[in-house]
């Protein structure tokens, strides 16, 4: 019987769920419309997870945006809840690159490991474009 309770427990153990929190994070972020720069400001990044899931918070002044990647698939899909978390009106989101002077869009593949370019995620609707680094 206590090999039975003892195999027990360790089975149980092994399939709770795992989540974390990061510390906020002060970083840079931008907010663009229609391709062009409309604000550089300080912000407060947010990001933890879970078991399927990732998420980031940038809190820009009294403005917060909600991002998350569900993590349970290859497809790793990103979507923006809008603030207060209004979990059924959810956005699709693109993840994207900017150049960190120009603010260009750049591929991925013209990233180098010395350039801290801005990472980006914009609604597919064009409503929240916001980037950070």
């Not at 360790?10 to 510390?23: D, E, I, K, Q, Y």
């Not at 419309?33 to 002044?61: D, E, H, P």
């Not at 923006?80 to 956005?91: E, G, R, S």
Request: net charge positive; with cysteine.
């Amino acid at each position: 019987m206590k090999k039975f309770v003892l195999v027990s427990l360790l089975a149980m153990m092994s399939t709770t769920a795992f989540a974390w929190v990061n510390p906020d994070q002060k970083t840079t972020c931008y907010t663009f419309k229609n391709n062009k720069l409309q604000n550089k400001s300080t912000c407060v990044m947010r990001t933890g997870g879970g078991a399927g899931g990732m998420y980031l918070i940038l809190k820009v002044g009294k403005k917060s945006y909600h991002f998350e990647t569900e993590t349970l698939t290859e497809a790793m899909k990103t979507v923006y809840y809008p603030i207060p978390n209004n979990f059924d009106k959810t956005k699709d989101v693109i993840e994207y690159y900017r150049h960190p002077k120009t603010y260009k869009i750049v591929e991925e593949y013209q990233i180098g490991k010395n350039t801290n370019a801005l990472f980006c995620q914009k609604t597919k609707d064009g409503k929240v474009d916001i980037c950070y680094k």
